[in-house]
């Protein structure tokens, strides 16, 4: 499994600027194609994402915000996860977040990348439903696993915030207040984000509009 951290960013991180036209380079890529990396170990579920609104489908819109290129910001009231790019334009993707009661706001960096991430359900989870006691030590990444085919993990002060950004096996739950309080997107709009934002972008998460 490829994973990056912080402790490698040296090594890893682009440019604000390379970063920025590779994103925009890429564009032209038809959205709703994923292509499999190299290393990947396992298959990605294909998904019609004319299941979605349209709205929840990946675009390239208009932005006029005050927030640099690079910058990911999470519309949760919408649904709706934006990539900042350059020129007033940002990459929408659909999202699912917390249901009522588990949606959270504020600032963070991605401090972690983790291809086919394992999954470990928290204690609070497991006193909510016994039967994902099985999972206490871990459930191993693949396709059956809830975060999916990636997963960014969001720290605060270098610390863990137990929130990711990262794909699903219910991709009929995207534009839905659906999860725990970690941001859900299709597998295939995860990988394409996974991509395109270094270790180390700040992620924005907003409870109202953008």
């Known amino acids: 499994m490829t994973e990056w951290t912080a402790k490698n960013r040296p090594s890893l991180l682009l440019s604000r600027r390379s970063f920025v036209l590779g994103a925009a380079a890429s564009l032209a890529a038809t959205p709703a194609l994923a292509i ?13 994402e004319k299941k979605l609104p349209k709205e929840f489908r990946r675009a390239v819109v208009p932005y006029n915000g005050r927030h ?6 999470v519309d949760t009231q919408a649904r709706q996860l934006y990539l900042v790019l350059e020129n007033k334009k ?8 917390g249901r009522d009661g588990f ?3 504020g600032l963070a960096d991605v401090g972690r990348k983790v291809m086919w991430p394992r999954w470990t359900p928290p204690k609070s989870m497991i006193e909510r439903n016994p039967e994902k006691a099985k999972w206490a030590n871990g459930m191993p990444g693949g396709p ?3 975060l999916g085919a990636r ?11 137990l929130y990711r950004i990262h794909g699903t096996n219910e991709p009929l739950s995207i534009g839905k ?4 309080g970690c941001i859900r997107m299709v597998n295939q709009d995860v990988i394409d984000l996974y991509r395109r934002a270094p270790i180390g972008s700040r992620v924005i998460v907003m409870a109202e509009g953008v």
């Open 36 to 48: 499999q990396d190299p290393d990947d170990p396992f298959a990605l579920p294909p998904f019609d």
């Open 68 to 73: 640099w290129p690079g910058t990911i910001i």
């Open 90 to 97: 940002a990459i929408r993707y659909g999202c699912a977040v």
């Open 103 to 105: 949606r959270w706001a």
């Open 144 to 146: 059956d696993n809830p």
């Open 151 to 161: 997963a960014l993990y969001l720290f605060q002060n270098g610390n863990d915030t």
């Open 177 to 180: 207040f659906a999860s725990s």
